[in-house]
């Protein structure tokens, strides 16, 4: 796990962008869970002890997630959730609490976890910067990966789910559903875009891909 240093301005939580354009307020529970981080794996996973592994992102472009699941094969409860990010405060805070969401009472069946949302996660932090949304995002992706690996693992291919949407960078398996949200949120260039998804971070080969959809869904839906 890698801490990011960000400039911090103030007594209340703020931080600023590198151009002091905007301040941003973390809540005290997404310093919390920072600074307290729930269900890290400490030292190296010993995957035998565990019945699923998902990863997304890649420490080129500044995030990686990988996740281990235990999985209670009768009801297909997760059990244990265990995790490791290279990432910022917020991808931190954001794998931290999700590992909370999907074990409390009992456990989340799988099918229960396929439902989590990214918006789900902020909530339970109290919010997230804007540009920050895509470390949510992050971890509701891996944590599918895992649930697809543990019934790939278990031969029932049948309920695996294959993303309906259009991988565009299989590096961070950003998809062009994700970037059509960005641009719904107000992403309208490339930049902006990358801020919310990291697509093309570590892959700029796909950027030409990414400028055509900006367009495509800015006339879509702007105009």
């Known amino acids: 796990m890698t801490h990011k240093q960000e400039p911090v301005k103030g007594t209340q939580g703020d931080v600023t962008t590198a151009d002091n354009a ?40 500044g995030d990686e997630l990988r996740v281990w699941l235990k999985v209670e094969s009768g009801t297909e409860r997760i059990l244990d959730f265990r995790w490791k990010t290279f990432g910022c405060g917020s991808a931190i805070a954001s794998t ?13 069946t799988l099918e229960e976890a396929r439902a989590l949302k990214p918006q789900d996660i902020m909530e339970r932090l109290g919010g997230l910067p804007q540009r920050k949304f895509h470390c949510s995002v992050l971890c509701d992706k891996a944590l599918r990966d ?3 690996d543990y019934y790939r693992r278990i031969e029932q291919f049948d309920k695996i789910i294959v993303e309906a949407s259009r991988i565009i960078d299989p590096v961070s398996k950003v998809t062009d559903k994700d970037i059509e949200e960005a ?24 950027l030409p891909a990414v400028e055509e959809l900006i367009r495509f869904y800015k006339e879509k839906y702007f105009g």
């Open 183 to 206: 641009v719904l949120e107000g992403a309208h260039t490339i930049e902006l875009v990358q801020q919310k998804t990291k697509v093309g971070i570590g892959n700029p080969g796909c």
């Open 22 to 61: 905007k301040s941003w307020f973390y809540t005290d529970v997404v310093k919390d869970h920072f600074f307290n981080p729930r269900n890290f794996m400490l030292n190296d996973a010993d995957e035998a002890e565990f019945d699923a592994i998902g990863k997304v992102g890649s420490p080129a472009c």
């Open 96 to 108: 931290s609490i999700a590992s909370v969401i999907v074990t409390e009472n009992g456990g989340m």
């Open 146 to 148: 895992a649930i697809n």
